[in-house]
Nanobody, 114 residues
């Protein structure tokens, strides 16, 4: 069993930055693929960025060059640094862990608005 807790969301102006954090507990964190997903109102949940247990990252085209995912296995944390935020980035952001099972956090709201 893995518990995931996201933090760091909030209101930010267009062009601003936020750093999301996801704290994991309960299992062998280093073995998990970790991902950040988002879901905007009326839209399906989509992958924003993922990072493998070996540290290989992948990004949605819409966030490449603006967002950076990273992980600290010693602290069982995964981060999403979001720069140059746009109103279209407004969504609830979820942390996901995948290994033998799949786990989701409760989400953190990011609102990009002036």
């Amino acid at each position: 069993q893995v518990q995931l807790v996201e933090s760091g969301g909030g209101l930010v102006q267009p062009g601003g930055s936020l750093r999301l954090s996801c704290a994991a507990s309960g299992s062998i964190f280093s073995m998990y693929f970790m991902g950040w997903y988002r879901q905007a109102p009326g839209k399906q949940r989509e992958l924003v960025a993922g990072i493998s247990s070996a540290g290989t990252a992948n990004y949605a085209e819409s966030v490449k060059g603006r967002f950076t995912i990273s992980r600290d296995n010693a602290k069982a944390m995964v981060y999403l640094q979001m720069n140059s935020l746009k109103p279209g980035d407004t969504a609830v952001y979820y942390c996901k862990a995948v290994w033998t099972d799949t786990y989701w956090g409760q989400g953190t709201l990011v609102t990009v608005s002036s």
